[in-house]
């Protein structure tokens, strides 16, 4: 079993930056794809940003240039740093990860309880 736990969240005015943490525990073999989501009020859940073991990120157009995601192999665990935040990133931000419990299984998602993040203009 893996757990995520998200921190980092929190009020900010609009212009302002906060750093989310996502580190994964328990018990599994390597992780894969980390990623951020996130979810506002009578809202689907969409895809922020995404980060490979090794390789390219990606990100949503509205968080491009804005936002930056990292990630430390050794630690596993994934960092979502937003700056210049806008009241449209209010929203609960959920942290992703493709997780192999044994050396043999197929990576399945695995998902945070979420952090709210909240802009205030």
């Known amino acids: 079993q893996v757990q995520l736990v998200e921190s980092g969240g929190g009020l900010v005015q609009a212009g302002e930056s906060l750093r989310l943490s996502c580190a994964a525990s328990?018990?599994?073999?390597?992780?894969?794809?980390m990623a951020w989501y996130r979810q506002a009020p009578g809202k689907q859940r969409e895809l922020v940003a995404t980060?490979?073991?090794?390789?390219?990120?990606n990100y949503a157009d509205s968080v491009k240039g804005r936002f930056s995601i990292s990630r430390d192999n050794a630690k596993n665990t994934v960092y979502l740093q937003m700056n210049s935040l806008k009241p449209e990133d209010t929203a609960v931000y959920y942290c992703?990860?493709?997780?192999?419990?044994?050396?043999?299984?197929?990576?399945?998602?695995?998902w945070g309880q979420g952090t709210q993040v909240t802009v205030s203009s």
């Open positions: 992703y990860a493709d997780v192999r419990v044994t050396q043999i299984d197929t990576f399945v998602g695995s």
């Open positions: 328990g018990s599994f073999f390597s992780i894969n794809v």
């Open positions: 980060i490979p073991f090794k390789g390219s990120t």
